[in-house]
């Protein structure tokens, strides 16, 4: 680190701006997992007995998510020659509903699996809508 680049040569100034900007975005995070932790889980009615059994359900939610994965791959394989003479829409909107169920299936089966994590079947359709958004969303390959 050259002798320009130190926090200490810093006037006043930049040094309170710069140790605002910190101490807002610690703020900022605390507040999120506060937020996901009080706020989200208790407005869609999840419930859960542990941070562990929490940890687990979503191990579980990533593991089954690995398995589904390819399962979408082959139903994609098995009828990719019928969606070649189907209108661009309605191919989007097959894989779309079937990528939705098998995640929905995932999110359902670990809520079953793991007793001590309760999810109210409307917070599972509403987290699996929410998650297949934010992979089209995020995504950076067309399809």
């Excluded at 140790?19 to 975005?25: G, N, Q, T």
């Excluded at 990719?80 to 999110?107: G, K, Q, R, Y």
């Excluded at 793991?114 to 917070?123: G, H, K, R, W």
Aim: aromatic letters at 16%; hydrophobic letters at 55%; a negative charge.
């Amino acid at each position: 680190m050259s002798e320009e680049d130190k926090l200490s040569n810093l006037s006043l100034k930049d040094k309170t701006i710069i140790i605002s900007v910190v101490i807002l975005i610690l703020i900022i995070f605390f507040a999120f997992i506060f937020f996901v932790y009080v706020g989200i889980f208790h407005i869609t009615g999840i419930e859960y007995s542990s941070r562990t059994a929490l940890l687990l359900f979503f191990l579980l939610i990533l593991l089954l998510d690995g398995i589904t994965y390819f399962i979408f791959i082959f139903f994609k394989v098995l009828l990719h020659p019928m969606m070649t003479s189907m209108p661009n829409w309605l191919s989007i909107a097959l894989l779309s509903i079937i990528e939705i169920t098998l995640d929905w299936f995932v999110i359902h089966t670990a809520d079953d699996w793991i007793e001590s994590v309760q999810m109210p079947n409307i917070a599972e359709l509403c987290v699996t809508l929410f998650l297949y958004t934010l992979n089209k969303l995020f995504s950076d390959k067309k399809e």
